[in-house]
């Protein structure tokens, strides 16, 4: 997964940081807009594990800090749930002219609340998930429900939220109340899934069925089973990364699978805007090719020489292993190091000429197990005799014909 660190401004000209996610072997085929939870920030756990499953999938994922928050400008008491609404608005612009316009929005909390409401003004988005989010904002309150009279009677106060104090002022309070959240949901356009712990003490059960009763189809609901409310088991949060991923797919677009057929074992493909990434087909598997980002390529994949380098180590592993069973002896793990250079040879008479150099594969061999040095040095002279050692020592020849005719 790569990780880059952006930043853009909100309504009110404040600086928001961010963390844009991206696959580690591909361009994103969509994008996603995430909303953290109630005074959260973009690196709390559960966010950073649902990301790291959704980059797997091959989405690039938004998640930011919002106004006051982490490493945002701009004061938290004097922020609000219609703030939080913007933040996602001026977030989702920033996708749109620096990579392309999210498809789906996420939100955990009462950021599910800001993201459902966010996804009304974002055209692009054509899903929405919610996690344990309340079906109306102002459920919020409870909370910070021991301190609401010390808010409406002196208009502020400094209030504890998961081990964190925060100052709350009654324009806060206000603003959500001010919100037509049902309506918003009667009126919602977009698939959604709602996804929610039965054990959730902070955000009830009922609050999915409040939501899922109220929003049109295509709608779903999978239980979060087992899970507290901020996700903080790494495997609740995984799981809701991989769901969201997999639900997704049936209503974002897609690019399609190359489809690649040969007659041969091996069929590479690259178009004329791929720069060096190739789709391959290998036997029944698919792969991907590249060349390193100093080289102008994307590192989606292995270089075509770590391609080779691979096929070397595999093979002698695979040979050392056979021999090794073969004769009965100990040999409990082998591991071949390879990598590829153009080297100067020992004995070249003209060294200063570049035609002097001539390619070298340096493989170094791991053995694990009780073998005497007998065993090892017969094991060494094995490993010169696997089948892809004896081709790329031999003379080799290669034939090319054009499939056009």
Request: a negative charge; aromatic letters at 8%; proline letters at 3%.
């Amino acid at each position: 997964m790569n990780h880059q660190k952006v930043s853009f401004k909100n309504v009110g000209g404040e600086t928001l940081v961010g963390r844009l996610s991206l696959p580690a072997n591909q361009h994103p085929h969509n994008f996603v807009l995430f909303a953290h939870c109630f005074t959260c920030n973009k690196n709390f756990t559960a966010i950073r594990n649902i990301s790291r499953a959704l980059t797997a999938e091959g989405f690039g994922v938004l998640r930011f800090d919002f106004t006051g928050l982490g490493e945002s400008e701009g004061e938290f008491s004097d922020s609000n749930f219609s703030g939080n609404v913007e933040d996602l608005l001026e977030a989702a612009k920033y996708l749109e002219e620096h990579y392309t316009s999210p498809t789906l929005i996420i939100g955990h909390s009462l950021g599910g609340a800001a993201a459902i409401l966010a996804a009304q003004k974002i055209s692009s988005i054509r899903a929405v998930v919610t996690i344990g989010a309340p079906s109306n904002p102002v459920h919020v309150k409870h909370i910070f429900k021991n301190d609401i009279e010390s808010i409406n009677d002196k208009g502020t106060a400094e209030v504890n939220i998961g081990g964190r104090s925060f100052t709350i002022k009654k324009q806060f309070l206000e603003d959500l109340k001010s919100h037509s959240f049902q309506e918003t949901l009667k009126n919602i356009r977009k698939s959604i899934l709602i996804l929610h712990s039965p054990q959730d003490n902070v955000v009830e059960i009922k609050n999915a069925e409040e939501i899922y009763i109220a929003v049109h189809h295509p709608k779903s609901f999978v239980s979060l089973d087992g899970a507290d409310h901020l996700l903080s088991n790494p495997n609740d949060a995984s799981y809701a990364g991989e769901i969201i991923g997999k639900w997704s797919k049936r209503y974002l677009e897609m690019p399609g699978a190359i489809a690649l057929e040969t007659e041969k074992e091996v069929v590479a493909s690259l178009d004329s805007t791929d720069g060096f990434t190739t789709q391959m087909k290998v036997g029944s598997h698919y792969i991907t090719a590249d060349e390193p980002v100093s080289y102008g390529g994307n590192n989606f994949g292995p270089s075509p020489y770590e391609l080779v380098s691979a096929g070397l180590s595999a093979c002698t592993v695979m040979t050392i292993q056979m021999y090794a069973k073969r004769k009965k002896w100990p040999l409990e793990n082998v591991e071949v190091h390879t990598s590829y250079q153009k080297l100067h040879a020992d004995d070249c008479h003209n060294c200063d000429s570049s035609e002097a150099k001539i390619d070298t594969f340096q493989r170094a061999i791991k053995l694990t197990g009780s073998l005497d040095d007998k065993q090892i040095t017969r094991i060494m002279e094995i490993a010169d005799k696997c089948p892809v050692h004896r081709t790329l020592k031999s003379e080799i020849k290669i034939t090319t014909t054009l499939l056009n005719n």
